[in-house]
């Protein structure tokens, strides 16, 4: 995967962002780097329903809808 960065925009709650700004300044890591990091969880937990090729004889269960209006 590409390692260069591109610009994006994301809104998080009041809570959530205090709660980044705290981790940064326990840990001194960006906040950047977390919202990369949760990224990353968020697509190898859905990679089944990324495009791809899947290898042969491997069976992917249906996933259950997810309902977005309760996030």
């Not at 260069?4 to 906040?31: C, D, F, G, M, W």
């Not at 937990?45 to 269960?61: I, K």
Request: hydrophobic share 35%; glycine share 4%; no cysteine.
């Amino acid at each position: 995967m590409s390692r260069k960065k591109i610009s994006t925009t994301i809104y998080v709650t009041a809570e959530q962002n205090e709660l980044l700004r705290q981790l940064h300044a326990r840990t001194k890591v960006p906040v950047a780097v977390y919202i990369r990091e949760g990224i990353d969880l968020v697509l190898e937990r859905y990679a089944s329903s990324l495009p791809g090729q899947l290898p042969l004889g491997v069976t992917v269960p249906p996933q259950a809808p997810s309902d977005e209006k309760d996030r």
